[in-house]
């Protein structure tokens, strides 16, 4: 009998489990922490770092934490059933469809171009505010356009999630990246932007091109596709329009006006009703086609919330501070391109532990930074090596939610997420790692 691949919910359980297992083997410590008055976060203090009374995690505590986890995750949550449930009405008001057919029409003859244009715009968003969970919802579209244009629906994926993901990865002005590493590592944004948007543009031109080139779906179509001009209504125009104006406000408010979860579920909420109204579904019907949204992603939502409780149980053990410890501090004695190479590694590494590019950033650049001090070279490799492998690792990791509720939306099994992916993957990673290197050059 064939064995089939795990289920994302059984996948993030035994990540659960092995945390929980890893509080009996890894003892407990912890670094001091100060408060940084220039980021607004805790830091961790160089040099602080002590063992502490072992935390290990209890059966109990481990079943606690799911619970936790979900509702330490409820901003996120809501914000995916809200969107979602937006994106429900809008597509039951048919604006979604015909708009879908009028775009495929437009690029029926360019279809490479409108990957590009995709590809682009979600790179821009990752790269400008760390897009992500806001893509969840965007699932079904993206499926039905991979099915429009007969391309594989993991290329679309990889086209907006993974375009966002490598463009926040390798972003120079990430605010939740880049630029809160550089601000804690005391290091100015404007030293070496030249070379970092190098590697930017050429990320983008690889990543894009690879995909568009291998997506188009390998499978025999029978019946050849007749692309025909679809004729958008005034109310279709007036819905796609109200659409469009959230998700260019939803960016603004984000950079602009620190928006947060709240803020953007309560505006798609807002557009949602809005769109069943003018699309005449009434009152009840618009409210249905709301729950049926809800439905359909309460599943991502709670993957989510699953991811955050593996990083509960290792937060709580107290156990995250000395893997940390464990990583960095054999690199001291290495020579400086084998220790930038080891600090690339172990900030992937600690990635899968940690899985908040920001959380990282605030744990690791103060220990990074008096590291490469002591090796006679710029904080800002200590940055670049942080920066690469933390945003590249979200493309494949399990206890990444938001990239688990995105493949899911879009109907992909996880293994052949990472069965398609990897190829690409390892090659921003090379990229990542041979800037890194080329960095001691730059910088000295």
């Known amino acids: 009998m064939k064995l089939s691949f795990p289920h994302p919910l059984i996948i993030l359980l035994v990540f659960i489990i092995l945390a929980a297992l890893a509080t009996l083997i890894v003892p407990s410590g912890s670094y001091d922490r100060v408060l940084d008055e220039e980021t607004g976060r805790e830091i961790v203090v160089p040099g602080s770092y002590q063992l502490t009374e072992d935390k290990n995690a209890s059966i109990f505590d481990t079943g606690l934490a799911i619970p ?22 809008i597509e039951k ?20 171009l409108l990957l590009v244009i ?44 993974g375009s966002a993901l ?19 590592a005391e290091v100015d944004f404007a030293e070496g932007l030249f070379y970092r948007l190098i590697f930017t543009a050429l990320v983008f031109v690889i990543w894009t091109g690879f995909h568009v080139r291998w997506g188009k779906s390998k499978l025999i179509q029978l019946d050849k596709v007749d692309f025909k001009p679809a004729k958008i209504s005034g109310t279709h125009a007036i819905i796609l329009t109200l659409t469009l104006a959230g998700m260019i406000l939803m960016p603004w408010g984000i950079i602009q006006q620190e928006w947060g979860y709240n803020e953007m579920s309560a505006l798609f909420f807002v557009i949602g009703l809005s769109c069943g109204l003018i699309g005449k579904m009434g009152l009840n019907g618009t409210a249905r086609a709301f729950s049926q949204g809800f439905s359909e992603m309460i599943f991502a939502g709670v993957l989510v919330g699953l991811a955050r409780s593996v990083y509960l149980i ?9 893997l940390i410890q464990a990583m ?30 920001s959380g990282q950033a605030v744990l690791t650049i103060p220990l990074a930074s008096p590291l490469v001090d002591l090796m006679g070279i710029s904080r800002q490799i200590a940055v670049l090596t942080y920066q690469y492998p933390a945003g590249l690792m979200d493309l494949i990791i399990p206890n990444n939610g938001g990239m688990m509720a995105v493949i899911a939306a879009a109907g992909i099994a996880y293994n052949d997420w990472i069965r398609y992916i990897w190829k690409s993957w390892l090659l921003l990673l090379g990229i990542g790692l041979i800037s890194s290197i080329l960095a001691l050059l730059w910088f000295a």
């Open 314 to 322: 290792l937060e709580k053990s107290q156990i995250i501070d000395t």
């Open 166 to 184: 490598a463009g926040a990865s390798f972003s120079p002005i990430n605010p939740f990246g880049s630029l809160l590493a550089q601000k804690i």
């Open 328 to 357: 960095f501090q054999p690199l001291e004695a290495l020579p400086t391109t084998l220790a930038t190479i080891g600090i690339f590694f172990s900030q992937g590494i600690i990635h899968g532990v940690v899985p908040s590019t």
């Open 93 to 112: 008001t048919g604006a979604l469809q015909v708009g879908m057919e009028a775009l495929v029409y437009r690029f029926r003859n360019t279809q490479y």
């Open 118 to 161: 995709l590809s682009l715009f979600f790179f821009l968003g990752g790269a400008s505010f760390g897009m992500q969970e806001e893509i969840i919802a965007m699932g079904p579209i993206l499926v039905l356009l991979a099915k429009k244009i007969n391309y594989d629906v993991r290329a679309t994926v990889a086209l907006s999630l």
């Open 68 to 89: 936790e986890g979900i509702i330490l995750g409820a901003d996120i949550l809501v914000l995916i059933l809200l969107i979602g449930g937006a994106f429900y009405v």
